[in-house]
């Protein structure tokens, strides 16, 4: 699988939610961190030789790169603020996925794959909006903050967790609450964010897809058409937003498709993000995401609820 380091034995390792809840649960793998975990914490901690070293979170990547029918060339850009990447310490490594800002009233909130933050131990994880190896921190870093049990607040479907990522592959898809950064201001507020739009369809002509390739020291832009792709495989049910575009290999889980972008504010309507079939993916040249549907919203209005008491 393309960005999947080992879903299958993390899956079984989960607890079964009856709601979307923080995905570091208390009760099995290393004891839970306590305390809250701040902006200076994080920057301590997630130094530029560890987020130089950290490893896509389905490492490998794909095996190949077959010939997309009508590609978008896919090219290494200095980025835009509202992308970057998500670090996470897990399975005893460093790790990272791409995320992005999502618009929301606590101006609190990033978007990634659900895959990219499973886990019991998942532990340290921080946003880093526009990192290239060469700047790693030009907009500071957002620590993903902790609820009283040390747990991570992200939200997930827990069908994802229960079903796992192939049969709920529809479902890919995290929002986690980001703390401020070092001076005290709220991540919308330093970079701006993406407008969530669902139930918007599968076609759209012009889609910008944006993320980080772990053999790449900067992100990676293609624009592309989407085209709806239901799958075939009774073992990964469902419909997905697929688009062409060449070069997105490991590291670009959680990458934003983006509609209507707009060159001035850098941000757009996010349709959706690398994730879902296969995980996003099996060749580097075609990638997939899940639905932006009902489902979508409502686990990004349950995140926006209890991200506002704290």
């Not at 796992?164 to 401020?180: N, Y």
Request: charged residues 20%; glycine residues 12%.
């Amino acid at each position: 699988m393309r960005r999947l380091l080992t879903v299958a034995a993390m899956a079984a390792a989960l607890l079964l939610p009856s709601g979307p809840l923080p995905v570091a649960e208390a009760g099995s793998g290393p004891p839970p961190v306590t305390g809250r975990w701040s902006a200076r914490e994080a920057e301590a901690f997630w130094t530029a030789d560890r987020m130089a070293s950290a490893a896509p979170v389905n490492a490998g990547g794909p095996d190949g790169s077959a010939a997309a029918a009508d590609p978008g060339t896919g090219t290494d850009f200095d980025g835009i603020p509202v992308v970057g990447r998500m670090f996470v310490m897990k399975d005893g490594g460093a790790y990272f996925c791409t995320a992005s800002v999502v618009s929301s009233p606590g101006r609190n909130l990033v978007l990634s794959a659900a895959h990219c933050l499973l886990g019991t131990d998942a532990r340290q994880v921080a946003f880093v909006p526009l990192y290239t190896a060469e700047n790693p921190q030009p907009y500071g870093m957002f620590p993903v903050l902790r609820d009283a049990q040390g747990r991570s607040k992200v939200w997930i479907d827990p069908r994802y967790k229960s079903l796992g990522a192939d049969r709920a592959a529809t479902l890919d898809v995290a929002f986690a609450q980001v703390g401020p950064d070092a001076d005290g201001y709220p991540v919308e507020e330093v970079v701006g964010g993406n407008r969530l739009a669902t139930d918007a369809g599968y076609a759209h002509p012009q889609v910008t897809l944006i993320g980080y390739p772990a053999s790449a020291a900067r992100p990676r832009l293609c624009v592309n058409r989407t085209t709806k792709f239901t799958s075939t495989d009774p073992g990964i049910p469902g419909s997905f937003l697929r688009i062409d575009c060449t070069g997105y290999p490991g590291g670009t889980s959680g990458g934003p498709f983006l509609t209507h972008y707009d060159e001035v504010s850098e941000t757009g309507d996010v349709v959706g993000v690398i994730g879902g079939w296969k995980t996003g993916g099996d060749t580097a040249d075609t990638s997939y995401s899940s639905y932006f549907g009902a489902d979508v919203r409502k686990l990004y209005e349950k995140a926006v609820a209890e991200a506002a008491v704290g």
